[in-house]
Every structure is written in C-alpha cells, then in structure tokens.
C-alpha cells in the first residue's frame, strides 16, 4: 500500500515567519495527496489538496505542489500567524482499490506573537 | 451544513464497562470511517464502510471492538469491555467517495474516551 512521512515537530515559530512542513510519499502510480490540519478540540479539516502531478494545493495563504521527481508535498506558508498553531498531517489513499486514507503522524506547529 | 455529528462528546467510564460511541455521516456521503487518535499511535484508521458495508476492519485491535452501519445515516463504535488503554479520542469521517480514492474526508469532532 501507500505510505506518507512528514517531519516530525514541533516547530515553533514567531508570528510573520516562513513555514514549511515536509512530507514525502511513496505510492503505485499518482495519487491525489491532501493536508488537514487539526486545531485544538476539534476534528481533523481538509486544508488543501492536489490531484495530480505538478498541481499545486492553495487556502488560507498555505500552498504545496505535487512533486512527482521528489515524491514530496511540501506544506508551506509565507507568513504564519498565531492562529496556524494546530496539528498538521500529511495524507494519501490508502492504495489504489479503496477510498480509506492513510495519514503522517502530524506535526504540531505553534505560533507565538 | 451539518457536517459530521459524534456523539458523545466526552465519555468517562470504568473499566469493564460497554461503551457506544455514535456517528451521524453528512447527508449523500457513501462512505464511512472510525479513527482512533492517541499520541503514542497518531491517528489509527479502525474501519471503514462504504454503501453501509463493511469494506476494511483490519485496523479493529481486537474481538472487544465492534462497528456497525444499519443504514445510511447512522453509525455505532462499540466497544466491550472496555480496558483503560482504550483510552483515546475517537474520530468519525465521511466521504462521498463515487469509486474514486480522491475526495476528501470530512471529520466529526470526535469523543474524547477515559476509561479508569
């Protein structure tokens, strides 16, 4: 089956700084990739997805792009603020038959002002 | 929209005891998944149903834990008996998945479960 690795955390930041979250994945042939991000108490919620190479996934001021050559979908953001402090996985389908996803453990980013 | 409703939000109970916990999917979504988070194991997917049958159980940890979908809206999490290193915060998603891996999951806000 599929697989995703993302950087393990935290990472902690001051407000306005670059951020970037790694993930990598290893997959049969090209499968859409996602980030959710979890904030405190509450559920996991898409951020962003892209379905195929060389797409890149935008909201909320966060991108990544779909790279086939580094296996990767990297997470980043230009500026961060207080309120980006919250979980963040990286995921994938589980394989290609089903339509179970399968998630990185999650990197907790906090912002502080 | 109603998104994802889990109920309930907290359970405390003792060890022993059953436990149901309750998911109602968003309206015309197909599919539906019972996660498990804790922060040894990150988020564990248990089981998922699509069209209300059960398609993938090999996450369930063992006989004491039990998933059922009647029908469309509504599913239950059972667990018995219930043992502390159950404890965890469990998630239920939903996805209109029309045979294709690339539609996103929509998640409920899940129930955080103590068992003494």
């Known amino acids: 089956g599929n697989s995703v690795t993302q950087m393990e955390g935290p990472v902690t930041l001051s407000e306005e700084a670059f951020l970037t979250i790694n993930c990598t994945y290893t997959?049969?042939?090209?499968?859409?990739l996602f980030w959710y991000v979890q904030y405190p108490g509450e559920g996991l919620q898409l951020l962003l997805k892209?379905?195929?190479?060389?797409d890149k996934g935008s909201n909320k001021g966060f991108e990544a792009t779909y790279r086939k050559e580094t296996t990767s979908f990297h997470l980043e953001k230009g500026s961060v603020q207080v309120s980006d402090s919250a979980v963040y996985f990286c995921a994938s389908p589980a394989n290609q038959a089903g339509t179970a996803l399968i998630f990185g453990k999650g990197t907790t980013l906090s912002v502080s002002s | 929209d109603a998104g994802v409703i889990q109920s309930p939000r907290h359970e405390v109970t003792e060890m022993g005891q059953e436990v149901t916990l309750r998911c109602k999917p968003i309206?015309?979504?197909?599919?539906l998944f019972w996660y498990r988070q804790t922060m040894m194991r990150g988020l564990e997917l248990l089981i998922y149903?699509?069209?209300?049958?059960?398609?993938?159980d090999s996450g369930m940890p063992e006989d004491r834990f039990s998933a059922k979908m009647p029908n469309a809206s509504f599913s239950t999490l059972k667990i018995q008996p219930s043992e502390p290193r159950d404890s965890a915060v469990y998630f239920c998603a939903s996805s209109s998945s029309r045979g294709r891996s690339n539609q996103p999951q929509h998640f409920g806000d899940g129930t955080r479960l103590s068992i003494l």
């Open positions: 309206s015309g979504h197909n599919s």
């Open positions: 149903f699509n069209n209300n049958v059960p398609i993938d």
């Open positions: 997959a049969t042939g090209y499968p859409s």
């Open positions: 892209a379905t195929k190479a060389d």
